[in-house]
């Protein structure tokens, strides 16, 4: 049978964890474990296309089938920022998580709310036979809130509240997380390609 093992192609190491719980069934290898130090340079327009090119640096590297993912939040009150900008949003190219959240809510003073918002992931496979990847998408509806709500997650989960439950992405568990999340949905949706490349 053929070792189930998939390259899953980042170095967060937030990432990697939450795809590892998603996807248990599976092996996932991080680029690290396999000795690979590669930083892939987010030149895309949009979310599938910087997926893509993670996916695909990654999967050449390594030579196993590889996922990737490029996903961020858009806020309608400020017109789909920060998007694909999510993870370099703040003018400080030494921001942690919390500067970029504060940053967002500077941004946002003076917005009528409710801030509604949502989080889209697009996820990547790329197959060391094939150069040409697929891309499947996820999407999260909720709202930004003006403060910090949770200890769990990362990114700008802190601040962003599912309305239907009540509670920021940050207040949930890991499973309560990845059964609505927008990069769980993405993921759950490479499971029929994974299956049929393993031949399961």
């Avoid at 390259?7 to 290898?29: C, F, P, Q, S």
């Avoid at 509240?161 to 997380?177: F, N, Y």
Wanted: glycine content about 8%; overall charge negative.
């Amino acid at each position: 049978m053929t070792p189930r093992r998939v390259l899953i192609g980042t170095n967060n190491l937030h990432k990697a964890a939450e795809v590892r719980k998603i996807l248990a069934d599976y092996t996932i290898v991080t680029p690290k474990a396999l000795g690979i130090t590669l930083e892939v340079e987010e030149t895309g327009s949009t979310f599938a296309e910087n997926a893509i090119l993670k996916a695909r640096a990654f999967c050449n590297a390594s030579g196993m089938i590889t996922i990737a993912d490029d996903s961020g939040l858009e806020v309608d009150a400020l017109d789909g920022a920060p998007g694909v900008h999510s993870h370099r949003y703040s003018p400080d190219p030494n921001a942690t998580d919390a500067d970029r959240r504060a940053w967002l809510i500077h941004n946002l003073q003076g917005k009528e709310m409710p801030w509604t918002a949502r989080f889209r992931c697009a996820v990547a496979i790329c197959f060391p036979e094939n150069p040409a990847a697929e891309v499947v998408y996820g999407t999260l509806e909720g709202e930004v809130i003006d403060q910090d709500r949770g200890n769990g997650g990362f990114g700008y989960d802190a601040i962003f509240l599912v309305p239907e439950r009540g509670l920021t992405l940050a207040e949930m568990s890991d499973e309560q997380k990845n059964e609505i999340s927008h990069r769980g949905r993405a993921i759950e949706k490479i499971r029929p390609i994974l299956r049929a490349y393993f031949k399961d």
